[in-house]
């Protein structure tokens, strides 16, 4: 009678055999007949791969290289964009650095004879000067620093 | 699984090692097979087929160990075989010739005996003919060798849940092995 033998199955599998059985455990040597013909299906379902499954191997192969060529290209294409905008971004700061002023120091020329160090002025990094610094020579008296400027107006023709 | 050597060649399919991909291919590939026989029936190999191409371009982001990277795996399955069966209608799975003998009623041999011949398909097509989700966890747990947690993470239930659907089902195949030992 079917319901009997479910009943005995219910019976007889309580919860800790049957985590033993999910956990691949399998069953006691002593376990009823059932429970071992449940083992055995089990062990059988988790067996090691058929030929037939692991057929399609070199195929996975072929589409997992494929799918990273194809990613690749993307990667390359991000690493340029980003020398490419750290180029750039150096490029301006050295183009800046060519038209903007030049920190202030003032060199006196040294009369022939006498060291050049006791006339010129340290750097500022050395005796720090708390005004901003002068334009170049070559931008003194051709550009007139925006209103908001800090900058002398010595570097604006006298301004 | 491949435990201690997971993480190596994990990292090595990673950068793109072919041979490492092959090596996790090899290893997961049976269990999600039969997960998916469950979940797609004749579908599966199709769906696995999908499955892989999503581990392949999402590989180089994941982070984490043999049972996270299984638990990926088939929560990729799992969707798959939704996204499938949102398409199509559902395919009832068809039991194998083993598996119509081994429910046949009737002469002197013994399950037992029966479940000698039975090959791993019939096995699986076996644990299939009970209800979805039932089979469902009992495959994750025995199959794919994952613990309740992740389970019940890929299914989207509770442990004890899980664990509930799975001792139902181990129930109903002993039952029906049962009816076959004891005459």
Known sequence: MWFLSRLRARRTLDAASAEALLAGRGVAPGAPADQQALAQLLEIAAGPGSAGELAGEV?????????????????????????????????????YASVAPAPHHKVTPAPFGVPADHHAVSSPAAQPDPSPPAPSRRDAGLRCPPPGDRRPATSCGGR | MLEREFPDVLRAAATGDETAFARLWRDAHPPLLRYLRVLAGGA????????????????????????????????????????????????????????????????????????????????????????????????????????????????????????????????????????????
Not at chain 1, 63 to 91: D, E, I, K, N, Y
Not at chain 2, 78 to 93: C, E, G, H, L
Not at chain 2, 124 to 144: F, M, N, Y
Not at chain 2, 147 to 156: E, L, S, T, Y
């Open chain 1, 59 to 95: 195929a996975a192969a072929a589409m997992f290289v494929q799918v990273t060529s194809q990613a690749r290209p993307h990667r390359t294409a991000r690493r340029v964009l980003v020398v490419a905008a750290c180029a750039v971004a150096v490029g301006g700061t050295a183009v």
């Open chain 2, 44 to 183: 599966a190999e199709d769906v696995a087929g999908e499955v892989w191409l999503d581990v392949a371009r999402g590989l180089a982001r994941f982070r984490g160990g043999e049972q996270e990277f299984r638990g990926w795996l088939f929560t990729l399955a799992r969707r798959r075989a939704t996204d499938m069966r949102r398409r199509d209608a559902r395919r009832p799975v068809r039991l194998t010739d083993d598996v119509a003998e081994l429910d046949r009623p009737g002469d002197d041999d013994t399950a037992m005996a029966a479940l000698d011949n039975l090959s791993t398909e019939a096995a699986v097509a076996l644990i299939a003919s009970l209800p979805r989700d039932q089979a469902e966890v009992i495959v994750l747990r025995v199959i794919a060798g994952l613990d309740a947690g992740h389970v019940a993470r890929i299914v989207g239930k509770r442990p004890g849940a899980v664990r509930v659907a799975a001792h139902r089902g181990l129930r109903t195949l002993a039952t029906r092995l049962g009816q076959r030992v004891t005459p």
